[in-house]
C-alpha cells in the first residue's frame, strides 16, 4: 500500500485560553477563528454536537466560513446521550442527522466520532450497543474511540472491520485499565489518532475540562507519536490526527511539530514553490 496521507486538525475552536496563544493578540476586523484554523489545518472536530444537537442555521455556517478551503473536513462528535447514555432514540437520532445536512451537501462532512467513557467496558451488553450504531447512522463514516483497554483485542477489531468502523488510536494517561496508545486501523481508507495528553495529575480529578487537558507533549513523547503514526500510514490512505490538549493553544502547537516530524510541513512548502 502506499503510505498514506497525514492530515492534522484541532479537537474544537472556540476557547477563551487561545486568544494571544493561537489567534492573534490584536485580531483584525471580521476576524472568524474557524475560517483562521482552515488555512492551517486539514480538519476539525466538532465539540459543541456532544452537548447539545446543532441547528442547521449553526452547521451552514460552518460552511460558509469555510468555502474557501474546498480540502477542510469536519468530524462531528456524536451527541452525549448516544455515546453515555446509550441511548438511540428517533427524537434524537433524527434531529442530529438532520443538523449534518449542510455538511453532508457541501462536501463538508468527513465523518462521525463517537467518544465513549472510561466507565463503558467491553461486555456482550455494551458491544450489542455498539452494533447498533452502524444501523442508526449508516449514511457516516464512524470513527469509535474507547478509553478502556478491555475493548483492545482481537475480535472487537474484527467486528469494526466487518461494520466498516474505524478504530481511535489514543494517547491519554495510562491509569489503571485505561487504553495506551495503539497502533490499530480497521479501515484501510481511514485511520484516525487523538492525541489527549498525558495529565497524570487531573485526569481523573473533578477540576474540569481545562484542567484534564492541560498539557504540552515534549519532543521524545513527539517522536515516539509520530513513529506509531507511521506505522499506520502503511495500513490505511488516510490517517487523521487530532490534538484534544486544548489548553493554551498546546494542541495546535504540538500538532505542528508532528508536521516537521512526519515532512508534511516540507510537502506543503514544495507544493507552494
Avoid: C
Avoid at 490499530?184 to 489527549?196: D, M, P, Q
Avoid at 495500513?235 to 484534544?244: C, R, T, Y
Amino acid at each position: 500500500m502506499i503510505e498514506g496521507q497525514y492530515l492534522f486538525g484541532p479537537a474544537g475552536w472556540s476557547y477563551k485560553d487561545w486568544h494571544g496563544t493561537v489567534y492573534p493578540e490584536e485580531k483584525p476586523k471580521n476576524f472568524d477563528a474557524l475560517r483562521f484554523l482552515a488555512e492551517t489545518f486539514d480538519f476539525v472536530e466538532v465539540n459543541t454536537s456532544f452537548y447539545h444537537i446543532p441547528s442547521q442555521k449553526l452547521t451552514s455556517g460552518w460552511v460558509q466560513k469555510t468555502q474557501d478551503h474546498e480540502h477542510f473536513k469536519f468530524w462531528v462528535k456524536a451527541y452525549q446521550n448516544f455515546t453515555h447514555q446509550l441511548t438511540l432514540v428517533k427524537d434524537e437520532v433524527e434531529p442530529f442527522k438532520k443538523s449534518l445536512e449542510p455538511l453532508v451537501k457541501a462536501s463538508k462532512l468527513e465523518g462521525l466520532l463517537a467518544q465513549f467513557p472510561y466507565s463503558f467496558k467491553l461486555n456482550s451488553d455494551n458491544l450489542n450497543y455498539l452494533l447498533t450504531l452502524p444501523r442508526a447512522f449508516g449514511e457516516f463514516q464512524l470513527a469509535i474511540e474507547f478509553r478502556h483497554n478491555s475493548w483492545n483485542r482481537e475480535e472487537v477489531f474484527a467486528a469494526l472491520r466487518e461494520n466498516h468502523m474505524i478504530w481511535v488510536n489514543i494517547d491519554q494517561p495510562v491509569i489503571s485499565q485505561s487504553l495506551p496508545l495503539t497502533a490499530v486501523a480497521t479501515n484501510e481508507r481511514v485511520s484516525y489518532v487523538r492525541l489527549h495528553g498525558r495529565n497524570y495529575q487531573t485526569w481523573f480529578s473533578d477540576e474540569g475540562r481545562d484542567a484534564r487537558y492541560n498539557y504540552d507533549y515534549q519532543a521524545l513523547e513527539l517522536n515516539q507519536i509520530a513513529e506509531t503514526i507511521k506505522k499506520l500510514a502503511q495500513l490505511a490512505k488516510k490517517i487523521f490526527i487530532s490534538g484534544n490538549n486544548h489548553y493554551k493553544g498546546s494542541a495546535v502547537k504540538n500538532l505542528k511539530e508532528l508536521k516537521k516530524l512526519l515532512g508534511k510541513e516540507k510537502e506543503e512548502e514544495n507544493r507552494k514553490e
